[in-house]
């Protein structure tokens, strides 16, 4: 399924052809994959139709393997620009121009290229340079300074308009030179007008894009899974055009286009993107690995309470943001930005853990192919018992590994045919877990519904657990048709014994027994 939106309407046009008239420079940021590159595309492309300049795109992630060689980024700067300009102009001065600055001293070729192409070329020069910050060190500070260096003589003598476009925002680099220096881009680059970032599909606009393959193949997505999608990928592109062709070409049985797409053929579209880790997710996975994001993710994983009272650093914060893990919106806690992020991110923090443990689905299955929760749990139970110190100590996410253990020991059992959405985020000082087992094969069977909601104890035992009993109910209610609910307090207090931790009895709460499991 290969359906698009009109690149130009995806920003506000308006507002980049007033920036561009008033000879600003400015950068357009958003997470990778998320069609910042064709937006760019279409924009230079609307800018030569229009006829009032003469509009190239640039890619210079070439530049990021000769790291702080600058001679070497920026003679391939100015062969990278040559070469998109001749597409542009259809003639080969622009390779003159290049030659003509080879001797020009790196720490000014750049200048010296842009002054002389902006002076011969017929119209203003607005440029579009991508993956600015693939860029590095030394190299990605002379970019910067060299284009900073001529901003006064546009647009005769320079670009009109210069647009940077990357994953980050340039307040936020921190550039590391070779003496060991660390500068910010924003000292670097501090003719930048604006600020814009790219958004996400909006509701409508996923139903739009579904919709064309409702046109052209007659298949129909059931009312019931836009929501879903929504959830699982809150308009972020690459995952919303993934979810589309998985469940409508890669599941087979529904290339029969008479196959209604239902909301349970969403849920196992969205389990074997995660399983199959394509390209987009294993850049997610490995941005994990960074210490930059564990500042931010794991507080949420663990419903720290130092995230909560804002000790988190801010740079670090936007850092993720920017590269579009986490969601800081008007008037919420910060969260990860998607239902499918919050699936992975535990998942692969845990996934050498789940293949080791001797866990099986086959040992808490009901007859009537129900899981057997209280089985389950006190297993897990003495698992936690003899391993929690060893195993928690293996995760480099350490604050946050009782609840990881956990979710690894279900993930281990749900994969036998089954699913857990997670719910998780700063202030909330809780993970809500919703295990889903259908009980037949096929859709639209019966499912059962377990909520499990796990907190940390920081505190009072009996305030913690009456706070939670409370929680756990409301998520019930929240859930609707529910078959059971376990509320799990984990002590790492030290100050106890493994006896007086490892304990579990029923309590009512309006009317409900919610079953409380001490760890």
């Not at 990278?80 to 542009?88: H, N, S």
């Not at 959830?231 to 972020?236: K, N, V």
Request: proline content about 4%.
């Amino acid at each position: 399924m290969q359906y698009t939106l009109d690149p130009l309407s995806r920003f506000d046009l308006d507002e980049i052809l007033t920036l561009i008239r008033q000879g600003k420079y400015f950068v357009l940021h958003a997470p990778r994959q998320t069609g910042k590159t064709s937006c760019m595309l279409a924009l230079r492309d609307y800018l030569n139709e229009q006829g009032d300049y003469i509009a190239v795109y640039a890619n210079v992630e070439g530049g990021q393997a000769m790291r702080n060689d600058v001679g070497e980024v920026i003679k391939a700067t100015c062969d990278t620009l040559a070469e998109e300009m001749r597409l542009i102009v259809g003639n080969d001065s622009p390779y003159q121009l290049r030659d003509d600055v080879r001797n020009v001293a790196p720490a000014s070729m750049l200048t010296s290229f842009l002054r002389l192409a902006s002076e011969r070329l017929s119209k203003p020069l607005v440029l579009f340079i991508d993956e600015i910050d693939a860029l590095v060190g030394d190299s990605l500070v002379s970019v910067l300074r060299q284009i900073r260096a001529g901003y006064a003589n546009r647009p005769a003598h320079f670009p009109q308009s210069i647009v940077l476009c990357g994953v980050r925002d340039v307040r936020d680099y921190r550039i590391v030179l070779s003496n060991q220096d660390i500068i910010t881009g924003g000292s670097a680059f501090n003719i930048k007008a604006k600020s814009l970032r790219l958004g996400n599909f909006t509701p409508d606009e996923i139903r739009q894009l579904y919709s064309q393959h409702t046109t052209e193949t007659g298949q129909v997505f059931e009312e019931e899974c836009f929501p879903l999608v929504w959830q699982a990928t809150e308009g972020q592109p690459w995952l919303v055009n993934a979810l589309a062709h998985e469940v409508t070409y890669e599941m087979r049985e529904n290339r029969d286009r008479t196959v209604r797409i239902t909301a349970e053929m969403i849920y196992r579209a969205q389990e074997r993107i995660i399983y199959r880790r394509d390209t987009h997710i294993d850049i997610l996975i490995d941005r994990l690995k960074e210490p930059r994001v564990r500042h931010v993710i794991e507080p949420i994983l663990s419903n720290s309470d130092e995230a909560v009272e804002g000790l988190m650093p801010s740079d670090d914060m936007q850092y993720v943001i920017d590269l579009g893990l986490v969601k800081k919106e008007v008037g919420q806690t910060l969260r990860i930005s998607n239902g499918i992020y919050r699936e992975i991110i535990p998942r692969e923090l845990t996934w050498t853990t789940q293949e080791t443990m001797q866990a099986q689905p086959q040992w808490y299955v009901n007859d009537d192919n129900s899981l057997n929760i209280e089985k389950l749990l006190l297993d897990f139970q003495q698992f936690f018992r003899q391993n929690a110190d060893s195993w928690i100590g293996r995760f480099d996410y350490a604050e946050a590994g009782p609840q990881l253990l956990l979710q690894a020991y279900l993930q281990r059992v749900v994969n036998g045919g089954g699913y857990i959405d997670r719910e998780y985020g700063l202030g909330r000082r809780r993970t809500d877990l919703l295990i889903r087992k259908p009980l037949t094969d096929g859709y639209g069977g019966p499912i059962q519904r377990v909520v499990l909601e796990l907190k940390i104890l920081r505190g009072d035992l009996e305030k913690t657990i009456v706070k939670g009993l409370e929680q756990t109910a409301a998520y019930m209610d929240l859930v609707g048709s529910v078959d059971e609910g376990h509320f799990i307090v984990f002590d790492r207090s030290g100050n106890k014994t493994w006896d007086e931790r490892i304990w579990h009895e029923p309590r009512q709460y309006q009317g409900r027994t919610i079953t409380v499991w001490g760890m």
